[in-house]
């Protein structure tokens, strides 16, 4: 049995590394992709996870495959295309290491994904199939999520989504949010950030458009992350809230969101229960937990590479 199923784009992050000798600003290669990041989070604290991707057969796609693997997470439906090439994303980060996208992602394998090429069975087998929207801005990756949620609703399966907003991938903003609603209909907890939750549901009051949310999508547990200021849990029993941990300067936010949904996802199968029959109190030391794995991550550069393990984060939790 899995703790997590994770379906989504895995990629190369090419990420600010100071200058070369001739002043050049050099990047260095970084694994990356939200859904990736997040699995490893999950098995770097103990869980156990599969995922389901497609990399390019180049040395970019072949190279991530194996950093994947090595964290053990099971990666035998991450597949190598010879058609398509690996995605490239450059990450820019200003003073405060909040970060920035350009992406080389037309026609780039985790965009061309196909159903018929994975066997769906592993999600009789997992606790939680998690996804995000990234997957759904172009291509055939599209109709692979939705008939990956439809599996997981047909096996009764709890949905985790992330919306992970990333407008320079869409046409159209307005597909965009088309397309997240859609998606919203088949799931039980979702991770959004503030900002993401105030364009979604067209209102600048976030606990008005969270609650609305929430009952619009009979979400079961909302979380609603709000950078350095923490979490709020929006449930069927009530409201939870936690600051989070103050990180005086953070160096890279890259994996911050991914690595915070990874800490609470693992705490959270960790009960042994259905998530619907979690108290208030556990589903605070979820946030908890998830608010430590994500501070800790942003005090490095990169995203796979900076997420911590378990003892780390039972070190912050004193």
């Known amino acids: 049995m899995y703790d997590v199923v994770a379906l989504g784009e895995l990629l190369v992050d090419f990420t600010p590394s100071g200058t070369s000798d001739h002043g050049n600003p050099c990047f260095e290669r970084n694994p990356g992709g939200g859904p990736a990041n997040m699995a490893c989070a999950v098995s770097k604290l103990g869980g156990n996870v599969a995922f389901l991707s497609q990399v390019g057969d180049d040395m970019f796609g072949q190279a991530l495959k194996k950093i994947v693997e090595r964290e053990h997470v099971d990666c035998s439906q991450v597949y190598l295309s010879k058609e398509y090439k690996t995605t490239l994303a450059f990450v820019g980060l200003d003073e405060a290491g909040e970060r920035s996208f350009s992406f080389y ?90 900002e993401e939750l105030c364009f979604l549901m067209d209102c600048k009051e976030i606990d008005k458009a969270a609650l609305t949310m929430k009952e619009q999508y009979n979400i079961g547990i909302l979380l609603v992350t709000k950078g350095g200021e923490g979490c709020v849990a929006y449930t069927d029993q009530g409201k939870v809230i936690h600051k989070g941990f103050a990180v005086e300067k953070p160096v890279d936010t890259t994996a911050a969101g991914d690595s915070f949904t990874g800490g609470f996802v ?5 009960f042994k229960k259905p998530y619907t029959a979690c108290t208030l109190e556990e589903i605070a030391h979820c946030i908890k937990v998830g608010n430590a794995v994500g501070s800790l991550t942003v005090r490095k550069r990169g995203a796979i590479s900076a997420l911590p393990s378990m003892e780390q984060v039972q070190e912050l939790l004193g």
């Not at 693992?266 to 960790?270: D, F, P």
Request: proline letters at 3%; one cysteine or more; charged letters at 30%.
């Open 105 to 194: 992602r037309q026609y780039g394998a985790d965009t061309m994904m196909d159903a018929s090429m994975y066997d769906l069975s592993i999600l009789s087998d997992t606790q939680y199939f998690f996804l995000s929207s990234v997957l759904m801005a172009e291509g055939t990756s599209r109709d692979m999520s939705f008939t990956c949620l439809d599996e997981a609703k047909k096996q009764g399966v709890p949905v985790i989504f992330d919306p992970n907003l990333r407008f320079n991938l869409w046409k159209d903003p307005k597909e965009m949010k088309e397309c997240v609603k859609k998606a919203l209909k088949y799931c039980h907890i979702v991770k959004v950030s503030d």
């Open 266 to 270: 693992k705490t959270l199968t960790e």
